[in-house]
């Protein structure tokens, strides 16, 4: 069975949305996926977009995604990556797909020379710390994420 990993393209992008919303399905957080396909076009594939996108397949047919942008480190004075998102469909895992996903995303890091590729998981999802832990990724227990979203963020702009 062949695995193929490409750059995602503009008609991707219901595929793509599709993938997202099953993710959030599984980490019980379906109710916040807004993104449109339209969301989806402008963000990864209109001129200037920000963020980066692939597509695994196997024997042609999608079984997986990954969103990635690149960030900064002040402390290695480099670029890095931060991954978004990384899924492949229950079915397909076991089978190497998320791993070659993965190092693909890592192997442009390292071209473009990155210091670091980071990611965040759920703390009750275990195959995912496990799969992470396999690959020699370490946890980083010492930072705590926070967020303004919605309209904490606006009201905060705002003064």
């Known amino acids: 069975m062949s695995l193929t990993i490409r750059p995602a393209r503009r008609?991707?992008?219901?595929q793509i949305l599709a993938f997202i919303t099953e993710l959030?399905?599984?980490?019980?957080?379906?109710h916040e996926v807004i993104a449109s396909q339209a969301d989806i076009e402008r963000t990864l594939f209109?001129?200037?977009?920000k963020a980066l996108s692939l597509i695994c397949e196997r024997d042609g047919q999608a079984i997986g995604y990954a969103v990635y942008f690149y960030s900064y480190s002040t402390w290695l004075g480099r670029n890095g990556i931060y991954l978004e998102d990384l899924y492949i469909t229950p079915e397909q895992r076991g089978g190497g797909?998320?791993?070659?996903?993965?190092?693909?995303?890592?192997i442009e890091a390292c071209e473009n020379g990155c210091g670091r590729l980071e990611w965040s998981v759920l703390d009750w999802n275990e195959p995912a710390i496990q799969f992470y832990k396999s690959l020699g990724a370490l946890p980083q227990d010492e930072w705590v994420r926070y967020r303004l979203e919605g309209a904490g963020l606006e009201a905060f702009a705002r003064g």
């Not at 008609?11 to 219901?14: I, L, S, T, V």
């Not at 791993?99 to 890592?106: N, S, V, Y």
Request: glycine share 8%.
């Open 97 to 106: 797909a998320g791993k070659q996903l993965l190092r693909h995303i890592a």
């Open 11 to 14: 008609d991707d992008a219901a």
């Open 46 to 49: 209109d001129d200037g977009a």
């Open 24 to 30: 959030a399905d599984y980490e019980r957080a379906v």
